[in-house]
């Protein structure tokens, strides 16, 4: 029975992997050892769990319908491994795999994984930042962080913070070229285009009563939000940026917050993960912490 669990456990984190070589390096073995083990379920099975290449694996239908299956049951019987009362911190291992945009990752992401690396040291932490919109299933992520409402009924999706959407610019460049004021000024000032990276085009301005603004003629164009950021701090352009970057500097004044009457309703930050059922204890505890994280990012009233 130990044997067939192992085995059952190294499909799972392989299904969880890019390669063999990926999985053997999180169960602490050889991919050899990998191989043969998958090699032994696929003849028990009588199925190909994975298609293989030289650079990668991939699980097959057959064996997405068996890691349905495999998932819940192994986290039942870690669960019931547990000894009650026994130090719970000690029981929590294996990998998450955490999803966010890059300016979330030092400002959230981060403190969030520190706490829980302090607190479960067995669990292996997998960040992959992106300011791509994720394919969750596919890419096998565990838990994430997304700006606006998730409708997937295949997630669970809490709001962890609000976030508003202020225009700024340096006080040099508002003394050097003044300040719009309204929307349809913006045109004739130095302004910032975020680049997005799904499409390849401008993402849009967003404002008060559902209204948006392409920038025709950016001073500056960025595909990193933090770098829109800087060439509003270096005095280059006006930029709309997330609260959760820009109210420190605002707070400071180096940064100043212009048409303020025509921002658009806060955004919801939220943290989600797959709708699937028992939720394990290291999934959870990552899933908490960048909750917290969230809820304590810099804001703007």
């Known amino acids: 029975m130990n044997n067939e669990f192992e085995l059952l456990r190294i499909f799972r984190v392989t299904a969880d ?21 998958i090699q032994r379920l696929e ?24 890691l349905e299956q495999v998932r819940p049951a ?8 547990t000894v009650p009362g026994a ?28 706490r829980v690396a302090k607190r479960h040291p067995d669990v292996m932490l997998d960040v992959r930042l992106s300011d791509r919109i994720s394919n969750a299933v596919d890419e096998k992520i565990d838990v994430g962080i997304r700006v606006g409402f998730m409708r997937d009924s295949r997630f669970v999706a809490r709001k962890a913070a609000d976030m508003r ?18 929307v349809d ?24 009563a559902g209204r948006q603004w392409t920038p025709v003629s950016p001073a500056f ?5 933090d770098m829109e950021m800087g060439a509003a701090l270096a005095g280059i352009a006006f ?10 500097y605002i707070a400071s004044g180096k940064l100043v917050r212009v048409l303020q009457k025509e921002e658009p309703p806060a955004w919801g930050l939220y943290v989600y993960r797959p709708q699937r059922a028992p939720v394990s204890a290291r999934v959870r505890a990552v899933f908490d912490e960048l909750q917290t994280a969230i809820g304590s990012l810099p804001a703007l009233p």
């Open 165 to 182: 959407l202020p225009i700024v610019a340096a006080p040099r460049l508002i003394k050097k070229v003044g300040t719009p004021d309204g």
């Open 87 to 114: 130090d719970q911190q000690a029981s929590v291992s294996g990998t998450v795999r955490v999803t966010a945009p890059h300016s979330l990752g030092t400002r959230a992401v981060l403190p969030a994984m520190e």
């Open 17 to 37: 992997s890019s390669s063999f070589r990926d999985a053997a390096v999180r169960l602490g073995t050889s991919p050899q050892g990998v191989t043969r083990a």
């Open 74 to 81: 192994l986290e039942q019987v870690e669960e019931l491994w």
């Open 185 to 208: 000024e913006l045109a004739d000032f130095p302004v910032t285009a975020a680049i997005d990276i799904n499409t390849g085009r401008p993402w849009s301005w967003h404002f008060s």
């Open 221 to 225: 164009i960025a595909d990193n939000a």
């Open 43 to 66: 003849r028990h099975y009588g199925e190909v769990l994975f298609h293989r290449s030289t650079r990668q694996v991939r699980i097959t239908a057959f064996g997405e319908r068996l």
């Open 239 to 248: 930029a709309q940026l997330a609260d959760y970057m820009a109210a420190p």
